[in-house]
């Protein structure tokens, strides 16, 4: 998520770093404006592995529909086609209770700036 960690990684051995969530907030990414703001909000604490939008494991924030779907099948494409007018309907309604908010344990740290600066900065430590 930082150039901190980053450095880390690579101090420890790694020969690479993935780092999707840092670039969630950047204005490029394709996220919608209420996945954006729910990486910064205080009232999202944490992240959750999850079927309950796709069928398939995946990590986000923890939301409402994440709790009530604890036990959802593993059922991909179908979990997937099933949801997806109603995650639509959430991100229209920027309901993120509703939205698959895709993210890392490190969400919080996401920054708001251009992909270009952040590459850039990560990039120094290299």
């Known amino acids: ?11 420890s051995g790694a020969t690479a770093v993935q780092l999707g969530t840092a670039f969630l907030r950047c204005p490029e990414s394709g996220a919608q404006p209420a996945h954006k ?5 205080p009232s999202f604490t944490g992240t959750s592995l999850t079927r309950a939008f ?9 939301n ?3 709790t009530e779907h604890p036990d959802a099948p593993a059922a991909y494409p179908e979990v997937h086609h099933m949801t997806k007018p109603l995650r639509a309907a959430a991100a229209r309604a920027g309901d993120t209770g509703g939205m698959a908010l ?3 344990t490190g969400f919080r740290r996401a ?3 251009p992909a270009a600066d952040l ?3 990560l990039r120094e430590v290299v």
């Open 1 to 11: 998520m930082t150039e901190e960690d980053v450095a880390a990684a690579l101090t």
């Open 102 to 104: 895709w993210a890392g």
């Open 119 to 121: 590459v850039a900065a």
């Open 37 to 41: 703001a729910a990486l910064a909000d």
């Open 111 to 113: 920054r708001e700036l």
């Open 64 to 66: 409402r529909f994440m």
């Open 54 to 62: 796709t069928g398939r494991p995946a990590r986000g924030l923890t």
